[in-house]
């Protein structure tokens, strides 16, 4: 019988759940786990890299983890002649002493906490030198004898996961500034992070918990020269000022300044005194504060107005009038409107001059009136729909995408409405307890015309803390998908040098698909960054085909001592690792047990959050000493709909083959199994058991044939390839399952090469009616 063909190409409709699978679009997918439509094709999911061009491999995962340089005294960490530090002994900052997982280096060689019981610990280190290494965790002295770097600066890293990332909008165009916060300190950027605003007595610290993201916006002051990042976290409760609570801060380019909250203060208002925000922004030549803690009784007692907009004058948020009534002595026009709701403030954003406010279940704008009397006012948008995350708004030029308790929305100024209603369930999924919803953040990428949120996710039961998802949204063509990460905060990048093949290291070719000829490539593109739960950042980028390894291995415990020959499971203690049952990691330079370095292997069993276990095939060479690191390797997992071209007919069909077209590439290789009638039997495990198998099931990207004596030579020089998967199905319908199998996931040459998969043609015929 002859065979009918169908083609489905352009690959342009996404994930689609809103409907059962068959009767979903032919390109669409029902389930799109780490790989997304892009520009009529299916690719796999981003990659990252290290931030920075570093001085030797060992040292490009430290410069992109954020840590400080100076001690508690704001003076500059630096080992002697002779290689040791702190028999004064150096004081780090004995508030955050002694945390599993904080780390100091010296050179290329680190030293680890591996025990927070009180008093003085010794530290893990891969320094063959260093004669002594403790770390006291009450008091956070800390002594290095004899370590290898001499007269060498020493880095304390604090672990604290990434709580913001910003601009500071000063300098060169296209080459800003980048300061990233975690809970207790700021850091610039320069080839490396370093914390700033370090001074006597610990300089500037905030207090913040891991859920209490940073807000921050550059103000232009008096002067054009003279501008300013504000900053603020918004730690604070009704109630007394505690010690431990934030007021907000500016940044002058030298030192951190306190915004609101000082003594005495010149920021009354009315008796009052500002203490934080949750959002400051400029608008029309004033600082506007969002849902703020002002004092009513005093300096010493703080309420919240969670509905207030409060304004500065006509000018400098710093002048010493910035924030009079106009019934003060001095006033400069300064005051607040509060809006008629009882919903608090979430966040907001603006659409070209209009300044968008989101509450908890509604939106409201900001109007500017004109009237230096009376400036603003509010005006309802919509009553329904508002925003959960604070951190979500996505701007454009026509509308703002943010995540709100009902599903994704698009507000145009006008009105808000939902987008996602091809995922309608999924935004349900995100975690509510720990702070879920507030860790939910998004960005644009606009090189790839997408947007990102990162999110906790309940699937599968997870009760991570910590962000484990991705939802993927491809705003030119409003398709979706999911990756499976951990990102805690989002950002840009400006300060990028060209990059060079050395400089790219320790990415290969096959892990580096952007061609020498892209923009970016070229220094200061502005690049997509993320920092995660550990204090790493790392540049995002759809032309990376792996993850950077951003997760410390804190430590490494065998089941049995070493050394053992065999088998052997090990637990990996990794802080805040967020992974689960069935991921694959790479272990990358665990020093003492070289038969580990660059294995690939699957997550057995998750003990807590800071441990799990992995088997190790090559047994456990000897004890970890440090300097390991691990990656997630990411496994996409791609189910199509459930086809049936012969639906209107109301037969069964058989499918025969399929052709796929795909990006050629060296080594590239992924599995395609199958399903019938809308079951979920895997078809290739059926055939293996009844000994029917056509085939093993493995699509091939490279070319046919052995690498250097291919079948067909000219396969060697095409860019797209079409290549054959026989099927033996029959049925109501035929679903296709694309994954990784567990042998290729753990082969580095596999599994780090891209895949692109440009169409695809079903090679088919009519079979039987469905009630013979």
């Known amino acids: 019988m002859a065979q009918d063909r169908f ?116 530290l893990l280190t891969n320094d063959p030198l260093c004669t002594g290494a403790t770390l006291n965790n009450t008091t956070g002295a800390l002594v290095i004898l004899t370590a290898s770097g001499h007269a060498t600066a020493v880095y304390y890293y604090p672990a604290n996961p990434v709580m913001g990332i910003y601009n500071y909008k000063v300098g060169a165009i296209y080459n800003q500034p980048t300061i990233a916060f975690d809970t207790q300190f700021a850091y610039l950027w320069g080839n490396g992070w370093d914390r700033i605003g370090a001074g006597a007595l610990g300089g500037t610290q905030w207090h913040g918990s891991n859920s209490q993201f940073f807000w921050a916006t550059n103000y232009r002051t008096t002067l054009t020269s003279d501008t300013i990042l504000i900053a603020t976290n918004f730690n604070a409760a009704t109630g007394a000022i505690g010690a431990n609570h934030d ?14 909250g000082v003594t005495p203060s010149p920021y009354l208002t009315a008796g009052n005194r500002i203490y934080t925000a949750r959002i400051a922004v400029q608008f029309h030549r004033r600082l506007l504060l969002l849902n703020t803690f002002e004092s009513d009784a005093g300096v010493a007692q703080v309420v919240q107005q969670a509905q207030r907009c409060r304004f500065s004058i006509d000018g400098s948020p710093i002048a010493a009038n910035a924030w009079l009534e106009p019934n003060q002595v001095g006033a400069g026009g300064a005051g607040y409107i509060d809006a008629a709701t009882k919903e608090q403030i979430v966040s907001a954003e603006f659409i070209k001059d209009r300044l968008i406010v989101y509450f908890e279940r509604s939106t409201w704008e900001i109007a500017y009136t004109g009237n230096e009397i009376r400036p603003f006012r509010w005006q309802k948008l919509n009553t329904e729909l508002g925003a959960e995350s604070t951190y979500s708004r996505v701007p454009f030029d026509k509308v703002i995408l943010g995540i709100g308790n009902t599903g994704v929305h698009a507000c145009n100024g006008v009105n808000v409405e939902r987008i996602d209603n091809k995922i309608p369930d999924k935004i349900f999924q995100i975690q509510n307890k720990n702070e879920g919803v507030a860790r939910t953040i998004g960005v644009r990428d606009y090189y790839t015309e997408m947007v990102y949120w990162t999110y906790p ?147 057995k069993r998750v003990v807590d959050a800071n441990n799990f276990v992995v088997e190790s095939p090559t047994g456990f060479a000897a004890a970890y000493i440090g300097g390991g690191y691990i990656s997630r390797v990411s496994r996409m997992f791609i189910q199509s709909k459930q086809w049936n071209p012969y639906q209107k007919q109301g037969v069964n069909w ?41 085939g093993d099931g493995v699509l091939e990207t490279r070319p046919y044939g052995p690498v250097l004596d291919p079948i ?28 990784l199998s567990d042998t290729q996931m753990r082969t580095a040459t596999i599994v780090f090469e891209d895949f692109w998969l440009e169409g695809l043609i079903l090679n088919t015929q009519m079979t039987s009616a469905r009630i013979q």
């Open 7 to 122: 083609l489905i190409a352009p690959l342009d409709s996404g994930l689609q759940t809103d409907l059962v699978p068959w009767q979903i679009q032919d390109s669409a997918y029902a389930t799109l786990n780490n790989a997304y439509v892009w520009r009529g094709r299916l690719r796999k999911r981003f990659g990252s890299k290290y931030m920075g061009i570093p001085t030797s491999a060992a040292q490009a995962p430290l410069f992109s983890r954020l840590r400080t340089s100076t001690d508690y005294d704001g003076v500059a960490m630096v080992t002697d002649g002779a290689g040791t530090i702190g028999v004064a002994p150096v004081v780090i900052v004995p508030t955050a002493a002694g945390q599993l997982g904080q780390m100091f280096s010296i050179g290329d060689f680190t030293y680890t906490v591996i025990s927070a019981a009180a008093g003085v610990q010794n």
């Open 247 to 260: 007021p907000i801060r500016y940044w002058n380019g030298a030192v951190w300044a306190d915004l609101t």
């Open 457 to 603: 996710s309940i699937d599968a039961g997870s009760t991570d803390v910590f962000p484990n998802r991705i939802l993927v949204y491809n705003y030119n063509n409003g398709t979706w998908a999911f990756n499976n990460d951990c990102i805690t905060f989002f950002g840009y990048f400006e300060q990028q040098q060209d990059v060079t093949w050395a400089s790219s290291a320790p990415l290969t070719w096959a892990q580096y698909v952007a061609t020498w000829s892209s923009g970016v490539l070229q220094s200061q593109f502005r690049q997509v960054i993320g920092g995660n739960q550990q204090g790493f950042t790392f540049i995002i980028s759809a032309d990376i085909t792996s993850n950077a390894r951003v997760m410390q291995i804190t430590n490494l415990t065998p089941a049995v001592a070493p050394p053992v020959a065999v088998p052997v499971d090990v637990t990996v203690q990794s802080i805040n690792h967020t992974l689960h049952y069935g991921d694959y990691v790479q272990v990358v330079d665990p020093a003492g047990t070289t038969g580990l370095n660059n294995l690939i292997m699957m997550v």
């Open 654 to 694: 058989a499918l025969n083959r399929i052709d796929f077209a795909v990006k050629r590439t060296s080594n590239g290789e992924i599995t395609v199994d199958y399903s019938t009638a809308a079951t979920q039997l895997s078809m290739n495990a059926e055939e293996q058991l009844t000994n029917t198998q056509l």
């Open 712 to 739: 067909y030579p000219l396969e060697t020089e095409q860019a797209t390839l079409w290549h054959q998967i026989y099927f033996g199905a029959e049925g109501s319908f035929v679903q296709i399952t694309m994954t």
